[in-house]
Protein backbone atom coordinates (compact mmCIF):
# COMPACT_ATOMS: atom_id res chain seq x y z
CA UNK A 1 0.00 0.00 0.00
CA UNK A 2 2.31 2.79 -1.07
CA UNK A 3 5.46 2.93 0.45
CA UNK A 4 4.13 0.35 3.16
CA UNK A 5 3.96 -3.43 3.15
CA UNK A 6 0.95 -4.94 5.17
CA UNK A 7 1.96 -8.17 6.75
CA UNK A 8 -0.60 -10.58 8.85
CA UNK A 9 0.68 -12.53 11.44
CA UNK A 10 -0.81 -15.10 13.21
CA UNK A 11 -0.30 -15.59 17.15
CA UNK A 12 -1.98 -18.80 17.27
CA UNK A 13 -5.85 -20.54 17.08
CA UNK A 14 -8.09 -20.78 19.62
CA UNK A 15 -12.16 -21.46 20.55
CA UNK A 16 -14.57 -19.85 21.95
CA UNK A 17 -18.14 -20.74 22.64
CA UNK A 18 -20.17 -20.19 19.20
CA UNK A 19 -23.12 -18.65 21.41
CA UNK A 20 -20.94 -15.89 22.83
CA UNK A 21 -19.54 -14.93 19.87
CA UNK A 22 -22.88 -14.50 18.14
CA UNK A 23 -25.05 -13.15 21.07
CA UNK A 24 -28.90 -13.33 19.97
CA UNK A 25 -28.08 -14.65 16.58
CA UNK A 26 -29.62 -17.92 16.69
CA UNK A 27 -26.90 -21.24 16.01
CA UNK A 28 -28.91 -22.68 12.79
CA UNK A 29 -27.97 -19.38 11.00
CA UNK A 30 -24.61 -18.75 12.73
CA UNK A 31 -23.34 -22.74 12.63
CA UNK A 32 -23.02 -22.50 8.80
CA UNK A 33 -20.85 -19.65 8.89
CA UNK A 34 -18.63 -20.67 12.16
CA UNK A 35 -18.94 -24.61 12.68
CA UNK A 36 -19.11 -25.94 16.01
CA UNK A 37 -16.86 -28.12 17.63
CA UNK A 38 -18.59 -30.69 20.35
CA UNK A 39 -17.84 -28.23 23.32
CA UNK A 40 -20.24 -25.81 21.01
CA UNK A 41 -16.73 -23.55 20.55
CA UNK A 42 -15.86 -22.03 17.03
CA UNK A 43 -12.73 -21.68 15.68
CA UNK A 44 -11.09 -18.64 15.81
CA UNK A 45 -7.69 -17.09 14.69
CA UNK A 46 -5.24 -14.82 16.58
CA UNK A 47 -4.41 -12.10 13.92
CA UNK A 48 -2.09 -9.14 14.27
CA UNK A 49 -1.13 -6.69 11.80
CA UNK A 50 2.37 -5.73 10.69
CA UNK A 51 3.26 -2.61 9.30
CA UNK A 52 6.58 -1.77 7.53
CA UNK A 53 7.31 1.35 6.01
CA UNK A 54 11.27 2.92 4.74
CA UNK A 55 11.11 4.92 8.67
CA UNK A 56 9.52 2.97 11.10
CA UNK A 57 7.50 -0.20 11.77
CA UNK A 58 3.95 -0.72 13.38
CA UNK A 59 2.18 -3.80 15.53
CA UNK A 60 -1.16 -3.38 15.62
CA UNK A 61 -2.04 -5.74 18.40
CA UNK A 62 0.04 -8.52 20.24
CA UNK A 63 -2.21 -11.73 20.27
CA UNK A 64 -2.62 -13.78 23.06
CA UNK A 65 0.82 -14.67 24.58
CA UNK A 66 2.08 -16.99 26.83
CA UNK A 67 1.03 -16.42 29.92
CA UNK A 68 -1.93 -18.71 29.39
CA UNK A 69 -2.21 -21.35 32.39
CA UNK A 70 -2.46 -25.00 30.96
CA UNK A 71 -6.45 -25.94 31.95
CA UNK A 72 -6.95 -22.22 30.18
CA UNK A 73 -5.17 -23.40 26.96
CA UNK A 74 -7.53 -26.46 27.09
CA UNK A 75 -10.56 -24.40 27.58
CA UNK A 76 -9.60 -21.83 24.59
CA UNK A 77 -8.57 -25.09 22.42
CA UNK A 78 -5.11 -23.06 21.70
CA UNK A 79 -3.05 -24.37 18.93
CA UNK A 80 -0.16 -22.78 17.95
CA UNK A 81 2.63 -23.06 15.37
CA UNK A 82 4.92 -20.69 15.61
CA UNK A 83 3.35 -17.65 17.65
CA UNK A 84 4.10 -13.56 17.26
CA UNK A 85 7.77 -13.60 18.11
CA UNK A 86 8.52 -16.29 15.35
CA UNK A 87 6.45 -14.32 12.85
CA UNK A 88 8.08 -11.13 13.26
CA UNK A 89 11.62 -13.26 12.71
CA UNK A 90 10.44 -14.84 9.98
CA UNK A 91 9.75 -10.95 8.85
CA UNK A 92 13.65 -10.08 9.88
CA UNK A 93 12.67 -8.42 12.56
CA UNK A 94 13.55 -8.43 16.73
CA UNK A 95 11.25 -7.45 19.15
CA UNK A 96 13.47 -3.82 19.65
CA UNK A 97 13.16 -3.09 15.51
CA UNK A 98 9.24 -2.19 16.58
CA UNK A 99 8.06 1.71 17.05
CA UNK A 100 4.79 1.53 17.81
CA UNK A 101 2.60 -0.81 19.19
CA UNK A 102 -1.58 -0.22 18.87
CA UNK A 103 -3.82 -1.92 21.09
CA UNK A 104 -7.33 -2.33 19.85
CA UNK A 105 -8.54 -3.02 23.30
CA UNK A 106 -6.57 -5.00 26.33
CA UNK A 107 -8.48 -7.82 26.56
CA UNK A 108 -5.99 -10.73 27.30
CA UNK A 109 -6.25 -12.37 23.65
CA UNK A 110 -5.22 -9.12 21.98
CA UNK A 111 -2.08 -7.89 24.42
CA UNK A 112 -0.52 -11.24 25.66
CA UNK A 113 2.91 -10.20 23.97
CA UNK A 114 2.64 -6.58 24.90
CA UNK A 115 4.96 -7.77 28.01
CA UNK A 116 6.85 -10.89 28.79
CA UNK A 117 8.30 -12.13 32.19
CA UNK A 118 11.52 -11.45 33.22
CA UNK A 119 12.10 -13.79 36.44
CA UNK A 120 9.10 -12.64 38.93
CA UNK A 121 8.14 -9.34 37.08
CA UNK A 122 6.78 -8.88 33.54
CA UNK A 123 8.46 -5.58 31.74
CA UNK A 124 7.56 -4.35 28.15
CA UNK A 125 8.43 -6.95 24.99
CA UNK A 126 9.02 -3.89 22.68
CA UNK A 127 11.21 -1.73 24.59
CA UNK A 128 11.74 0.48 22.10
CA UNK A 129 7.67 0.85 20.45
CA UNK A 130 5.54 3.47 21.91
CA UNK A 131 2.39 1.61 23.06
CA UNK A 132 -0.73 2.90 22.33
CA UNK A 133 -3.73 2.87 23.94
CA UNK A 134 -7.21 4.86 24.46
CA UNK A 135 -7.03 6.61 28.12
CA UNK A 136 -10.80 5.20 28.45
CA UNK A 137 -9.50 1.83 28.27
CA UNK A 138 -6.85 1.74 30.15
CA UNK A 139 -8.86 2.62 33.25
CA UNK A 140 -11.53 0.27 32.56
CA UNK A 141 -9.31 -2.40 32.43
CA UNK A 142 -6.92 -1.35 35.69
CA UNK A 143 -9.89 -1.43 37.40
CA UNK A 144 -12.20 -3.96 35.44
CA UNK A 145 -16.23 -4.16 36.62
CA UNK A 146 -17.77 -7.85 38.02
CA UNK A 147 -18.36 -8.64 34.16
CA UNK A 148 -14.78 -7.72 32.34
CA UNK A 149 -13.10 -8.67 35.29
CA UNK A 150 -12.17 -12.09 33.50
CA UNK A 151 -11.07 -10.64 29.91
CA UNK A 152 -8.14 -8.67 31.35
CA UNK A 153 -4.97 -9.73 32.72
CA UNK A 154 -2.93 -7.22 34.52
CA UNK A 155 0.57 -8.89 33.79
CA UNK A 156 -0.37 -8.24 29.96
CA UNK A 157 -0.33 -4.09 30.25
CA UNK A 158 1.12 -3.20 33.76
CA UNK A 159 4.74 -2.97 32.87
CA UNK A 160 4.47 -0.72 30.38
CA UNK A 161 3.30 2.31 32.74
CA UNK A 162 6.16 1.43 34.53
CA UNK A 163 8.40 0.82 31.62
CA UNK A 164 7.63 4.45 30.61
CA UNK A 165 6.36 3.10 26.99
CA UNK A 166 2.65 4.02 27.63
CA UNK A 167 1.07 6.35 25.61
CA UNK A 168 -2.41 6.83 25.94
CA UNK A 169 -4.59 8.89 23.80
CA UNK A 170 -7.95 10.56 23.94
CA UNK A 171 -10.67 9.70 20.85
CA UNK A 172 -9.26 10.29 17.19
CA UNK A 173 -5.27 10.19 17.47
CA UNK A 174 -2.80 10.80 14.57
CA UNK A 175 -0.18 8.24 15.47
CA UNK A 176 2.16 8.62 12.07
CA UNK A 177 0.92 10.27 8.93
CA UNK A 178 -1.26 8.16 7.60
CA UNK A 179 -2.15 6.10 10.56
CA UNK A 180 -4.89 7.30 13.05
CA UNK A 181 -6.62 5.85 15.84
CA UNK A 182 -10.35 6.43 16.53
CA UNK A 183 -12.28 5.33 18.83
CA UNK A 184 -14.92 3.24 19.00
CA UNK A 185 -16.64 2.25 22.57
CA UNK A 186 -18.44 -0.78 21.71
CA UNK A 187 -17.01 -3.94 22.69
CA UNK A 188 -15.19 -2.16 25.55
CA UNK A 189 -15.69 1.48 26.80
CA UNK A 190 -12.42 2.56 25.29
CA UNK A 191 -11.94 0.15 22.08
CA UNK A 192 -10.03 1.59 19.12
CA UNK A 193 -10.01 0.91 15.45
CA UNK A 194 -7.11 1.36 13.14
CA UNK A 195 -7.19 3.30 9.83
CA UNK A 196 -4.03 3.03 7.70
CA UNK A 197 -4.18 5.56 4.64
CA UNK A 198 -1.33 5.74 1.77
CA UNK A 199 -2.55 7.39 -1.46
CA UNK A 200 -6.21 6.73 -2.35
CA UNK A 201 -5.42 3.06 -0.67
CA UNK A 202 -6.84 2.55 2.93
CA UNK A 203 -6.76 -0.45 5.33
CA UNK A 204 -9.33 -0.35 8.34
CA UNK A 205 -7.97 -2.42 11.56
CA UNK A 206 -11.73 -3.48 12.99
CA UNK A 207 -10.56 -5.26 16.43
CA UNK A 208 -13.39 -6.52 18.13
CA UNK A 209 -15.73 -4.16 16.23
CA UNK A 210 -16.24 -7.07 13.68
CA UNK A 211 -14.05 -9.85 14.93
CA UNK A 212 -14.45 -12.12 11.66
CA UNK A 213 -15.97 -12.16 8.52
CA UNK A 214 -19.19 -13.85 9.68
CA UNK A 215 -19.54 -10.40 11.59
CA UNK A 216 -20.07 -8.29 9.01
CA UNK A 217 -23.93 -7.59 8.80
CA UNK A 218 -24.51 -4.61 11.31
CA UNK A 219 -26.91 -7.00 14.22
CA UNK A 220 -24.26 -9.63 14.23
CA UNK A 221 -22.37 -9.10 17.17
CA UNK A 222 -20.94 -10.68 20.24
CA UNK A 223 -22.30 -11.15 23.52
CA UNK A 224 -18.90 -9.79 24.76
CA UNK A 225 -20.37 -6.41 23.63
CA UNK A 226 -20.54 -4.20 26.76
CA UNK A 227 -22.54 -1.53 24.69
CA UNK A 228 -24.32 -3.26 21.52
CA UNK A 229 -26.37 -0.65 20.42
CA UNK A 230 -23.50 1.95 20.44
CA UNK A 231 -21.45 -0.93 18.41
CA UNK A 232 -24.24 -1.32 16.38
CA UNK A 233 -24.53 2.25 15.49
CA UNK A 234 -20.66 2.84 14.84
CA UNK A 235 -20.26 -0.19 13.02
CA UNK A 236 -23.08 0.50 10.01
CA UNK A 237 -21.64 3.75 9.70
CA UNK A 238 -18.04 2.81 9.30
CA UNK A 239 -18.44 -0.05 7.22
CA UNK A 240 -20.65 1.53 4.68
CA UNK A 241 -18.40 4.27 4.28
CA UNK A 242 -15.70 0.95 3.78
CA UNK A 243 -17.93 -0.77 1.33
CA UNK A 244 -18.62 2.65 -0.89
CA UNK A 245 -14.88 2.88 -0.99
CA UNK A 246 -14.41 -0.78 -1.19
CA UNK A 247 -11.74 -0.69 1.71
CA UNK A 248 -9.51 -3.21 2.92
CA UNK A 249 -10.25 -4.75 6.00
CA UNK A 250 -8.64 -6.13 8.54
CA UNK A 251 -10.40 -8.95 10.80
CA UNK A 252 -8.20 -10.06 14.51
CA UNK A 253 -10.02 -13.43 14.76
CA UNK A 254 -10.88 -14.40 11.60
CA UNK A 255 -8.97 -17.94 11.04
CA UNK A 256 -8.95 -18.24 7.02
CA UNK A 257 -7.33 -14.80 5.24
CA UNK A 258 -7.06 -12.05 7.71
CA UNK A 259 -7.64 -9.29 5.00
CA UNK A 260 -10.95 -8.76 2.65
CA UNK A 261 -12.02 -6.00 0.17
CA UNK A 262 -15.55 -4.48 2.07
CA UNK A 263 -16.93 -3.83 -1.40
CA UNK A 264 -17.16 -8.06 -1.92
CA UNK A 265 -18.86 -8.59 1.74
CA UNK A 266 -22.26 -7.77 0.74
CA UNK A 267 -24.46 -5.69 2.37
CA UNK A 268 -23.96 -4.38 5.86
Same mark, same amino acid.
Given at each position: ??????????? !?????? %??? @????????? #? +??????????? =?????????????? #???????? =???? =?????? +???????????????????????????????????????????????? &????????? &?? =????????? !?????????? &??????? !? /???? %??????? %???? *?????? *???????? #??????????????? *?????????????????? @????????? /??? *????? /??????????????????????? !???????
Amino acid at each position: MGDWELVALRD !AFFRLD %GGS @MFGVIPKVL #W +DRKKPADERNR =IHLGLNCLLVKSPN #WTALIEAG =IGDK =IAPADE +DIYGLERETGLPAELAAEGLETDDIDFVILSHLHLDHCGWATVRDGDS &YHPTFKQAR &YI =IQKSEWQAA !AKPDRRSRAS &YDSRNFE !A /LQKG %GVLHLVD %GEHE *VLPGIR *VMHTGGHT #WGHQIVVLESGDSRC *VFLGDLVPTLAHFKTNWH @MSWDLFPLE /LMA *VKEGL /LREAAERDDLLFFTHEDGEAFAR !AGILGEV
